[in-house]
C-alpha cells in the first residue's frame, strides 16, 4: 500500500463567488486519491496565509497548494520566499480576475485544477521585488490601479473584473498624471505618466492584453509598459488604439524589457502589487528574481 504524502492546502473562503463545501470535498477526495493527506487551513484576513506559511515551514510538507484570487496567490509566494521555503507551489484561482491563472491557462473548474496540480509537474516562474516585497505577476501605478484594491470584495465577488473597470471609470474625472523619473539600466525616461506597469503575464485586470511574442514568463525579464498623459483628445485616441491593437510604436506608450527599474517620484502615489495596494517611496527600487518559484501549470 502506497504511503501517504503531506499537503498544506490554503483556503481563502472570501475571495470570489463563495465556495460549496462539496467543491472543497471534492478537492480534498482527489488530494487523498493521489496519496496526499491534505492539512486545510482557512484565511479570514490579509497576512493569514503569510503566517500559516510560517507555522507549517518546518513540517515533513511535500506540496502546497493555495485556492483563492491573486492576492492570495500573491502572499503565498511571498512567504515562500521570505522562509526560503522551495515547495513546489500548485494554485487552483478563485478569485474575481484570476490575471495570473489565465496567463497559466490554468483550468477555472476547482476540481479540474486540483487534478492538473496532481499529474502536473513544476516550472520554475520569474517573480518580482517591489522595495524588497516580493509580488507575482504586476505592480502598476497611475489610472485604475486603486480600484483594484479599493472595491469592495463583495462587488468583485458580483461582477469580476467588470469591478474593476466600473470602479477605475470613477477615477477618471480624479486622474491626474504623475511626475516619474524612471531608470530602466543605462537608459532614463522622464515624462508625465498616466500609468505604469512592470509586469510578467499576458493580461491585466481582465482588460489590457499582450501577446505570447511579447511575453515570457520565465525568461529573467519583466515587461515595462508606460502611458505618457496626452495633450489632446487625438493623442487619447491613439493611445486606446495602440492598446487595443498591442502596437506599442506610439510616442506616448513605452514598452521594453528589463530585469530591474528604478521609479522615481516626488510624489509617492501608491502602487498595486498583484492588486493589493503598497506604499511608494521617493526613490523605488524593482528587481526580477529569475525562477523565483516553482508552480504547476
Known amino acids: 500500500m502506497a504511503s501517504y504524502r503531506k499537503l498544506l492546502f490554503i483556503v481563502n473562503p472570501h475571495a470570489g463567488v463563495s465556495k460549496k463545501e462539496s467543491t472543497l470535498t471534492d478537492i480534498i477526495l482527489t488530494f487523498s486519491d493521489h496519496y496526499y493527506e491534505t492539512i486545510v487551513c482557512c484565511t479570514r484576513e490579509p497576512g493569514d496565509a503569510a503566517n500559516i506559511v510560517r507555522e507549517h515551514v518546518d513540517d515533513e510538507i511535500d506540496r502546497v497548494v493555495c485556492m483563492g484570487g491573486d492576492g492570495t ?3 503565498v509566494i511571498g512567504a515562500l520566499r521570505t522562509y526560503a521555503w522551495d515547495k513546489p507551489l500548485g494554485y487552483i484561482p478563485g478569485g474575481s480576475t484570476n490575471d495570473f491563472a489565465a496567463s497559466l491557462q490554468l483550468s477555472m473548474d476547482p476540481a479540474e485544477a486540483a487534478e492538473h496540480i496532481m499529474k502536473g509537474k513544476p516550472h520554475r516562474l520569474d517573480i518580482g521585488t517591489f522595495n524588497g516585497r516580493y509580488f507575482v505577476y504586476t505592480a502598476s501605478c497611475g489610472i485604475f490601479t486603486r480600484a483594484s484594491y479599493e ?3 463583495s462587488v468583485k465577488n458580483v461582477l469580476g473584473h467588470l469591478a474593476y473597470v466600473l470602479e477605475g471609470m470613477r477615477e477618471l474625472p480624479q486622474t491626474r498624471p504623475y511626475h516619474m523619473r524612471v531608470r530602466a539600466e543605462d537608459r532614463v525616461y522622464e515624462d508625465n505618466y498616466l500609468f505604469v506597469s512592470l509586469c510578467n503575464t499576458f493580461s491585466l485586470g481582465g482588460v489590457m492584453n499582450f501577446k505570447e511574442e511579447h511575453v515570457n514568463l520565465s525568461d529573467g525579464m519583466f ?13 487619447l485616441r491613439d493611445i486606446v488604439q495602440a492598446l487595443r491593437e498591442q502596437r506599442y510604436d506610439t510616442p506616448l ?3 521594453l524589457k528589463v530585469d530591474q527599474l ?8 501608491d502602487w498595486s502589487l498583484d492588486g493589493e495596494r503598497a506604499v511608494a517611496k521617493e526613490v523605488n527600487e524593482f528587481t526580477v528574481i529569475p525562477g523565483g518559484i516553482q508552480m504547476f501549470y
Request: proline share 10%; glycine share 0%.
Open 73 to 75: 496567490l500573491s502572499e
Open 262 to 269: 528604478t521609479v522615481s517620484c516626488k510624489d509617492k502615489p
Open 223 to 235: 515587461e515595462l509598459l508606460m502611458i505618457s498623459r496626452p495633450r489632446d483628445l487625438m493623442q
Open 151 to 153: 472595491t469592495p470584495q
Open 253 to 255: 506608450v513605452t514598452f
